[in-house]
């Protein structure tokens, strides 16, 4: 018998006269860029050094287009918006050693995000690999092994004649569900050889899926259309699976009130009558949850940020949908489906009855006044309207990139983010600096629709430098910097547990002015006439940056 995957093609007369016949001038630098046009990239983001000009010297003989940022944790958090954005991996080409290692936190985010990132990064002359001590520059003991547990998979290619397979394993990696970064490393005089290897054309690297055991799925939807009370928490495994569509079918079947995690944002439409929005920082909210006698809970660990800070104890039965297999009831026990978001929604709702529960609505509408009234109480005015200035300039379909700053915390329970995979932060792994170099990375993605950051001033000294990258591409990025002149939310915390904050001030440039020296049009607004400076902006082409001074404060926490 034949299977397909035994089936040869023989090559055509002209691929064989291609192989035996190859361009000169060729190194294993070209055999890199031939990898990545052959699994079908068309953009690389990185920064040259001296060991990975190899690399950099082969982009000018491929059809890849080139980001370059300025600091390589900016082209990390570039490419992994990239990712985010498209479904696509987003190879990200790196020097050795100092280089490597100042990716390393972008990477963090782009695992803790699930965003399929290709790091491939240089090494030293082969010799100095396995930790010998001959003194190259930028030697590191074990280079790998700093990124080994940051990333899912780690590739080493020795020789020109491993660099196609090595990195298309790598690319299969990231785009295993969960998705996310992956390390290739290749050693400097690898890179430079000349080869005479035939040129790389397709190449197969095709992820498995991960179906649901059926039945598991089957007891799924047995306790789902007989509960009384079932509710559901969207992750951001729904958006990243592109399973909206099939949650909200679901979610109507069972007539189940849904909550959107900070990463699920846009999983669920706002105002649909079964929102329970994305308030889970609320009380209000987490006495909800608990109350379900089914929580189905589907792309999400339940982490701290979504089990507001882990006073989530659930009474009910809880079943999780994770494509992460470390993630199934590591934070409460319950039915642990290992799957892809999409395919185990498309299985419960080929098996769940209908289930009709006249008094969700009503229930939803008490949650979320209840919410109203908790923030009605406690003076923010302010703070709402910067949010709601933000929400009517941004277009429905313009994603947008969040810093970690107090207007992106209100974002995470407040802001409607309208679509699936519009509204993106740093949530997941915490550093600052995310904000405006990602949403270049989204803006290169697509140059044709506008792109908004939002930073702190303390966040934005993190990427500042990337205002030249901005103006070098023309990316339409609108950088909305919040200056309140220091770390803001830290401010807020030192002050509430110690009654003083320490290291929290600091001084800063003149933002517009700044921008200005970079050839970037920038404006210092108020809040009330934020929306219309950011709407003129974001209208705009090219980078933009608007200029926000305003002392925001964070509504009152719960879990304390």
Known sequence: MTHDHDVVLRPTAAQTEAALNPPPGRTGGDLVVETLQGLGATTVFGLPGQHALGMFDALRRSSLTYVGLRVENNAGFAADAYGRITGEVAPLLLSTGPGALMSLAALQEAAAGSAPVLAISSQVPTPGLGGGRHGYLHELRDQQASARHIVKSVHTARTASQIPSAIAAAWESALTVPHGPVWVEIPQDVLLAETLLPVVT??????????????????????????????????????????????????????APVVTTFGGKGAFPWDHPLSLQSWLEDRHTTDFLEDADVLLVVGSGLGELSSNYHTFAPRGRVIQIEADPGKLESNHPGIGIHADARLALSALLETVDERSDATAPERVRALLAAVRERIDAQDLTLERSVLDAVRRALPDDAPSFWDMTILAYWAWSAFDARRPNTMHSAQGAGGLGYGFPA????????????????????????????????????????????DDGGYGILREYMTEAFGAATGTELSRPDF?????????????????????????????????????????????????
């Open 202 to 255: 397709a190449v197969d690297a095709f992820p498995e899926d991960i179906p649901p055991r059926p039945e598991l799925t089957a007891l799924a939807a047995h306790l789902l259309a007989n509960a009384e009370r079932p509710a559901i928490v969207a992750g951001g495994g729904v958006v990243r699976s592109d399973a909206s569509g099939k949650l909200r079918a679901l979610a109507e079947r069972i007539d």
């Open 439 to 482: 949403a270049l990375g989204a803006a290169a993605a697509d140059p044709g629709r506008p792109v908004l950051a939002v930073s702190g001033d303390g966040g934005a000294m993190y990427s500042i430098a990337e205002l030249a990258t901005a103006k070098q591409y023309e990316l339409p990025v609108t950088w909305l910097i919040v």
């Open 512 to 560: 517009t002015v700044l921008a200005a020296s970079f050839g970037v049009p920038a404006v210092r607004t108020t809040p009330e006439r934020l929306s219309d400076d950011l709407a003129k902006a974001l209208a705009e082409p090219g980078p933009s940056v608007v200029v926000l001074p305003a002392l925001l404060r964070m509504f009152a926490p719960t879990h304390l």
